[in-house]
């Protein structure tokens, strides 16, 4: 997804090139979803990529109209985004739940951006947590009626606000079921 965004191994990395707005997704090969997981990526930005550029981790259950899918952004020049859409996600702008300020921003220094979505028991809220770089930038919830599907896959998410050409190169992604863990 996303206008303009090629994805190719450059060496031992990945990287996904945008030319466009809104999120490119890199989905996870995995098709068995979780009540709680944990996504991480550690990757670069292009320097001096417009603001509004950045990446994350998204979350994702269901599919077609049914799906939700939650977006755990970091972003040039240091804001980060907790945003939810639904269906396809194609053409629709996503609702931002929360946003903020903090002093990591992507760039030529690799950071490591992690998001949990988890399940809770009533099984219709969603706990979403956002770190950068280790430190908790926010913890909310959200209930949604009916969630769809058995469980939260993942994805490498990479966002751009401005039709500039940018690239994220990602040296780690990884993905772990915290069902049960504190």
């Not at 994702?60 to 980060?80: D, M, N």
Request: glycine share 16%; hydrophobic share 35%.
């Amino acid at each position: 997804m996303g206008n303009g965004t090629n994805f190719a191994y450059v060496g031992s990395r990945y990287a996904v090139f945008t030319n466009g707005t809104g999120h490119s997704l890199a989905f996870a090969p995995y098709h068995v979803g979780v009540p709680q997981m944990a996504a991480s990526v550690t990757a670069t930005q292009t320097v001096g990529a417009p603001t509004g550029a950045g990446f994350g981790v998204g979350c994702y259950r269901g599919t077609g109209a049914s799906r939700i899918r939650y977006e755990l952004l970091v972003t040039v020049p240091g804001t980060w985004y907790v945003e939810r859409s639904h269906g396809d996600g194609l053409g629709v702008q996503p609702t931002i739940l929360r946003r903020g300020t903090s002093a990591i921003v992507p760039g030529a220094s690799p950071i490591t951006v992690e998001g949990v979505c988890a399940t809770l028991s009533d099984g219709r809220t969603t706990r979403l947590v956002l770190f950068a770089n280790g430190q908790r930038l926010t913890d909310l919830t959200d209930a949604q009626a009916g969630l769809p599907g058995p469980g939260w896959l993942a994805a490498l998410d990479v966002d751009s606000r401005k039709a500039v050409p940018t690239r994220v190169t990602a040296t780690h992604f990884g993905i772990q079921n915290v069902a049960g863990q504190g």
